[in-house]
């Protein structure tokens, strides 16, 4: 496939998450809602509307390293501030950048290019490549697997954090490398 047809698709598939609605909302009765097109909550009352996604359950609450991220996506990306989003809410501290030097930053962190997605995050001297859940990166950073670079969730599954349209959820797998490239399964995410 070429370049220009692979960020064509890459673009595409965003552009597809992201109006076919990334968030679920609940209200309160009676509550004047909408979804702006960047699916934040319009609502007469601010605290009528919740977000809510099966990303927003912290299941690694105990986490007390590191919250301090840094995270270069595209400027053009929506799907990946909306899991820029996602990281924040549970508990890390962005720095983003937008630049459109995105293939350069990746091969300047030797990430893989068969484990390549949108957006590279740098936290604590480990690359986290894509749409990984939170949680993921909280246990990676707690175990600091040996040998290991960092983790990666390769091109942009439907349903990963800030890929979420509506009830669709493909399978994915976040998967730990090393500096050689080496792969090993991290989690793995059948049902959610």
Same mark, same amino acid.
């Given at each position: 496939?070429?370049?220009?047809?692979?960020?064509?698709?890459?673009?595409?598939?965003?552009?597809?998450?992201?109006? %076919?609605?990334?968030?679920?909302?609940?209200?309160? #009765?009676?509550?004047?809602?909408?979804?702006?097109?960047?699916?934040? =909550?319009?609502?007469?009352?601010?605290? #009528?509307?919740?977000?809510?996604?099966?990303?927003?359950?912290?299941?690694?609450?105990?986490?007390?390293?590191?919250?301090?991220? !840094?995270?270069?996506?595209?400027?053009?990306? %929506?799907?990946?501030?909306?899991?820029?989003?996602?990281?924040?809410?549970? %508990?890390?501290?962005?720095?983003?950048?937008? !630049?459109?030097?995105?293939?350069?930053?990746?091969?300047?962190?030797?990430?893989?290019?068969?484990?390549?997605?949108?957006?590279?995050?740098?936290?604590?001297?480990?690359?986290?490549?894509?749409?990984?859940?939170?949680?993921?990166?909280?246990?990676?950073? =707690?175990?600091?697997?040996?040998?290991?670079?960092?983790? =990666?969730?390769?091109?942009?599954?439907? %349903?990963?954090?800030?890929?979420?349209?509506?009830?669709?959820? #493909?399978?994915?797998?976040?998967?730990?490398?090393?500096?050689?490239?080496?792969?090993?399964?991290?989690?793995?995410?059948?049902?959610?």
């Amino acid at each position: 496939m070429s370049k220009l047809l692979s960020k064509i698709t890459v673009t595409s598939i965003a552009v597809a998450a992201v109006l %076919g609605g990334a968030y679920y909302f609940t209200s309160t #009765q009676g509550a004047n809602k909408a979804v702006s097109v960047n699916n934040s =909550a319009i609502a007469q009352d601010t605290a #009528q509307a919740t977000l809510v996604s099966v990303w927003d359950k912290e299941t690694e609450a105990d986490y007390s390293g590191t919250t301090e991220m !840094t995270v270069y996506r595209s400027p053009t990306c %929506g799907c990946c501030g909306v899991w820029v989003d996602h990281a924040q809410k549970h %508990g890390f501290t962005i720095e983003d950048i937008k !630049t459109d030097e995105m293939e350069a930053l990746k091969q300047k962190h030797n990430v893989p290019p068969e484990l390549a997605s949108c957006h590279t995050t740098i936290i604590d001297g480990y690359v986290m490549e894509g749409h990984i859940p939170a949680d993921d990166i909280k246990r990676f950073l =707690a175990e600091k697997p040996d040998n290991m670079v960092g983790l =990666a969730v390769p091109a942009m599954p439907i %349903g990963t954090p800030g890929m979420e349209a509506k009830d669709i959820k #493909q399978p994915f797998q976040v998967l730990a490398f090393n500096d050689k490239g080496e792969v090993e399964v991290f989690n793995e995410y059948e049902s959610y």
